[in-house]
């Protein structure tokens, strides 16, 4: 749904819930059309009987600049209609301008519920805590506390809400819409409030390969753009 996740908040959200097969996602985010800001991304997810796991990579900087964050998730289906993910997530940051790396640790949790086919509702908290090096406060690690809804209201359409609390002082709203225009290709739009940022993407299908397309708004930075390619393994 654009900018906008749902549930645990992590790769495992981005699969999907239950019955998604093995998947490999690469990505990449040009951040307001900046190099400094560019995003490249790998994600693997593995799902076996009793939970499904994934591993996340990414990247971004340039030569005097670099960030590389790596999370571990994990998500567990309690009962049909609920499922709690736990993600395990380290930052590490090297500059010129540092004698050394600044790294840290911290956990992101999740919990879905689904009281009917249609209706998914979810919770996160990120960053309850944090570990680190000595000189960790330099880098700019919030606490967030997020819920959200969604909502399927026709084979073709589906409708996605979120509010989100970060520090507690700022609020976040999102909304977006996801309308299947065909059976393989899949249109969304959707807007953030603070600042406000219109967002659309595109997803199209074809047999084990999805490719994904987006681009947003902000009002005072310019545009970012980002592409993403997933491969689904056959059961």
């Not at 987006?214 to 980002?226: K, P, Q």
Request: proline content about 4%.
């Amino acid at each position: 749904m654009g900018s906008i996740t749902i549930g645990t908040g992590s790769p495992l959200s981005l699969a999907g819930q239950g019955d998604s097969p093995n998947q490999l996602l690469v990505g990449y985010r040009n951040k307001f059309s900046m190099q400094e800001l560019a995003v490249a991304s790998f994600a693997g997810v593995y799902r076996s009987s009793w939970m499904t796991n994934a591993v996340s990579i990414s990247s971004a900087g340039y030569e005097d600049y670099r960030q590389i964050m790596v999370g571990l998730h994990a998500q567990k289906r309690l009962s049909p209609q609920i499922s709690f993910g736990l993600t395990l997530q380290s930052l590490s940051v090297s500059a010129i301008t540092l004698e050394k790396s600044i790294w840290e640790i911290y956990p992101r949790l999740g919990i879905e519920y689904k009281p009917s086919e249609s209706l998914t509702l979810g919770v996160n908290i990120h960053n309850p805590v944090r570990l680190g090096s000595a000189d960790r406060e330099r880098l700019a690690t919030h606490f967030r506390a997020t819920a959200g809804a969604s909502c399927r209201i026709s084979e073709q359409v589906l409708v996605a809400s979120e509010y989100e609390w970060v520090d507690s002082e700022k609020a976040l709203f999102r909304l977006g819409i996801e309308f299947a225009l065909l059976p393989e290709l899949k249109v969304r739009a959707g807007l953030e409030s603070h600042p406000f940022s219109p967002t659309f993407g595109l997803g199209y299908s074809y047999k084990q390969w999805i490719v994904d397309v987006a681009s947003e708004r902000h009002s005072d930075l310019g545009t970012s753009l980002s592409i993403g390619l997933c491969y689904l393994f056959q059961k």
